[in-house]
């Protein structure tokens, strides 16, 4: 996971790490005296090729520009004219390097999802939403069977009633983990469905419902109106965007879509384990201001995992 930005990362701490001890050389060479200098500073003259290779080498990893742009600017900051002890250069930047990521990766507010859901009104209303493709439908069978290993009762809505074998796939996904699907026809009213598994879940007094939804491309007008009727009807507890992190800015750019025009609450980015590039998950907090709850890391039921941004910083940064 990763390889190529751990790489590019990997590369810039080396870099300013040379041009460290390149400055550190001279400064000792050209003293007269030979008292050896124990601190270093690198000045903005020193930093800007290194930081200008870093600005390419994160563009190039899908890193959104402008969240690349304030990487670079306070990684600048945290260098520039710092007296760095001449031994410790290099567990210097890359802390440097890694505050500045964490701060990148930190959302306005932190989601636990099991408290949430055990503390939240029942039943609680997990609406799904993306583009066709990203992940939504196997998503929620994933998470639905985390849920149960936690002891909560859930049932399916087959909100996205466009995409042909979609109510389908969502159906056999619940048959196999014992899961009821409230489903009506292909070409219903989306709102509709989910509405009247919201009816079954009181009725039963099951503690969670996991709505799908149709994912046409979210600059059709028309979609972001279904979404905000189903929200309007259902008032989900989360909207949870889930996007393909393989698709780098463009899931990037479809969660800020969904987060202006219907405000989402959390992210889930998918097929991480196929994602060299890491500039989605890099990004996407950033620019949205929303937490990663999960990242799907294969496509079997349990590959599910929490998003820690400490262990993300670990993969992508030397240790
Ligand atoms: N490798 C991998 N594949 C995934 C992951 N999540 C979903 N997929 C695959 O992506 C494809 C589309 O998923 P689906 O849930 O149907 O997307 P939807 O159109 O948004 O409902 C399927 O083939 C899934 O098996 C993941 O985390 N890793
Ligand atoms: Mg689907």
Redesign the pocket.
Known sequence: MFQSLKKRLDSFIGKAEETAEQKAKLTVETKVKGILKRKIKLSERDLENILWNLQLDLIQSDVAVETTDLIIERLKERLRDREIDKDKIREFVRNSLREVLMDVLTPERDIDFIELIRNSEKPVRLVFL??????????IAKVAHLLMKNNFSVVFAAG?TF?AG?IE?LTKLGERLGIKTIAHHKGSDSAAVIYDAIEHAKARKIDVVLA?TA?RMQTKVNLMDEMKKICRVSKPTLKIF?G?ALTGNDAVDQAKTFNREIGIDAIIL?????DVKGGSALSITNETKKPIIF?????GID?LKEFDPEWFLDKITEK
């Open positions: 993306g583009i066709n493709g990203s992940g939504k439908t196997s998503t996205d995409r979609a796939q799908d994912g889930v393909d998918t097929k991480m384990d196929a990242m799907g890391i294969g496509q590959d």
